[in-house]
């Protein structure tokens, strides 16, 4: 980036907007987040703002930035492409025409999206299987890669870069959040077969891994602010009063069930019985919408077909949606049956370093309850120390 070596990071959020710098030796320099509004040119002098805060920080001009993006339209494609000729070729070269040819399918397939990530879930180079392409065999007849493609619309990304290119900024890079989120989260397991479920502002995603490969990537425009939306309309307030009624649930240990009700509840949430709102009601509000998030989520997942069997798998949630997991006990109609459910407490300098990471290992080429559980029991905070 800067001859001096500072990595600037944007997580541009649904509802919030990230901005972090670090250094070279990857500490985070200077760090600030701003809540999204409506107003497409506030929101960008609001970012403006933030980034001369850092410059000033730093001491340096800020010239590139790492863009990190979701929206409720993200999508996946799996797709597989064979390439066999009868000269012997180098395996790159094999493997860069395949991608010229994967980029005009989608092209002219899917006009209004962008390929964000090129994913290889398997590699097959003259019948020999690999997780990824070696760079070490130069003369191939056969070459054939199964891909998962994340993809993003592209109006978002054309309007962004527009954007940051009028204030001089330059795109370095620009990733899907919860992917290279997962990604980084993920080395700091030792399991065969995890998941991770990022309950966003507007959306819902699900990804899952075996043996350090990606078995499925799937998303469902639901997420936290249709928890808000609900209690606005059942108690018939504005949204912002249904927002902060939601979040004295954070860490609140509360119990939800369809069956149990528990009376012991903290004084914050007392504070809800003086605007007139049952909170039993309000507490089946939440436990209804959080039960069609997850049931929506593996529905449309296909589960099966990936043969992932969840018993096996470890499931962690993160994303801002999922705080109100936090120190709360659900219990669902448990359908899944996973190994152990784990709550993670992401911060904002999280989220930025996992797009530092999966930036600078691109471009360079525990504790867990693990009783099955029957119900969504207990969560509890994983990497908290």
Known sequence: MTDNKFYSIIDFGSSKVRFSVFNSKLD???SQSILVTDNYKENFENIKKIIK???RKISNH?????LLLDSPN???IDISFKKKIDTKTKTKKLYDLI?????QIINLNYIDFKIIHRIISKCKIDGKEYNEIPNNIKNVNNLIIDFKLICLPKKLIDNLCKEFNKNNIKIANIFCTSYVKAVNYMRKVVEDKI????IGYSRSTLIVYEKNIIKLIQSIPIGGNHVTNDISKVFKISFDEAEKIKKLFNKSETEFSYKYDNNNYSNSIRDVLKKNISIDILKKVILYRIQEILDLTFKKSNISKYNIRL?????FLIGDGSNLFDNNSFYLNDKFQFKSLNFYSETDKDICYSGLIFHLNNYKLSKTNNKKLGLFEKFFHFFSE
Do not use: A, K
């Not at 998941?195 to 990022?198: G, I, K, P």
């Not at 018993?311 to 499931?315: A, C």
């Open 28 to 30: 985070e320099e200077y």
């Open 53 to 55: 805060n850092g410059e």
């Open 62 to 66: 800020i010239e590139e930035v790492i």
């Open 74 to 76: 993200i999508f996946s």
């Open 99 to 103: 991608l010229m040819e994967l980029d």
């Open 195 to 198: 998941s991770f479920l990022e």
């Open 311 to 315: 018993s096996e798998t470890m499931l």
